[in-house]
């Protein structure tokens, strides 16, 4: 019977248990754990998890994948607190949307015999928790992948597979990288729609503007009923390329005001035209693809979860820690 450990049981790590639940995992059992009890049981209770761990160190003791799924700030601690019950050869991944520090996190507590992949399935809820889980949450939206540099192929082709078994398209970047890239598409748009909704409540008129609000308001102040928490260790994990883009933002507003102020119509026909044609056309044509070099490869289940790569390092560490429980009985 193979495990694997979801460590935090919210909207994310449950999407990701259900979906692994309906891909049908022979021989799998999909541990569990997260911050309160409730949560945990509840997510029984929903087919999300099969065991259901007390611990983050309990949840991933025999553990072949390892998936942490806990808010961004919360990550390095339980990276402290599993990495002495990891089994040698695990592997070890992370939903979070900022990866710098995680990254770092991995690197400087988790111990060298097990290899950390990180991950960011870009798929969410306004509505956070268990009970807003959902198997298709990440079907047909990106998982960003970003292995350290110590994580071998089969570790990498595990958590592809993962992704792959969720339902997500793979795509490959570098910590820097993403993290400079949703602060754009994903950062700055959840302040933007908190911010927007604060002006707008702010007001003194706000019981007569909230009659008139409609589907634009709603559609665009969305994000802002999303989890506060959540919010807050985006901002202060990824600050510098979140200012970075709502400073672009700022200058374009300015330019946008500029534009209206002068009272032209032609320059105001032009500053919405062009968002409006090519909105339309990524809607229509979806993102554009840039050169990411030989296509991602299918994962089978086999090759997640039993690949022979992992599975003869995973023989070597435990020949290797056989051999020295033996010295060191025979020095006793």
Known sequence: MERIAIIGLGLIGGSIGLALKRAGLKDVQIAGTARTRDTVQRAKKLGAIDDDARTAAE????????????????????????????????????VGSTKGNVMRWAKELLPDSIHFVGGHPMA??????????????????????????????????SVVGLAQLCGADVTFMD??????????ISHLPLALSSALFSVV?????????????????????RLASGSPEMAHDIMISNRENVLHWIDRFQEELSRFRATI?????QPVIEAFTRPQI?????????????????PIETISLGDMLLGSKVTGFMKKQQEILKAAEERAEKKR
């Open 59 to 94: 949840a991933v003791r025999d553990a072949r994948l390892v998936v942490v799924a806990a808010p961004i700030l919360a990550t390095r601690a339980i990276f402290g607190e599993i990495a002495p019950a990891l089994m040698p050869g695990a592997v070890v991944t992370d």
């Open 201 to 221: 409540f702010g007001s003194a008129a706000w019981p007569e503007l909230a009659q008139l609000a409609s589907s634009g308001f709603r559609d665009t102040t």
């Open 175 to 184: 910590a820097d990288e993403h993290d400079s890239y949703v602060a754009a």
């Open 278 to 294: 090519e909105r339309d056309n990524y809607m229509v044509a979806g993102a554009p693809r840039r050169e990411t070099g030989a």
């Open 124 to 157: 969410g809820k306004e509505t956070p928790g268990i009970d807003a889980a959902d198997a298709d949450l990440f079907r047909e939206k990106t998982w960003v992948v970003v292995p350290s540099v110590s994580a071998d192929e089969a570790a990498v082709k």
């Open 261 to 265: 102020a002068a009272g032209e119509s």
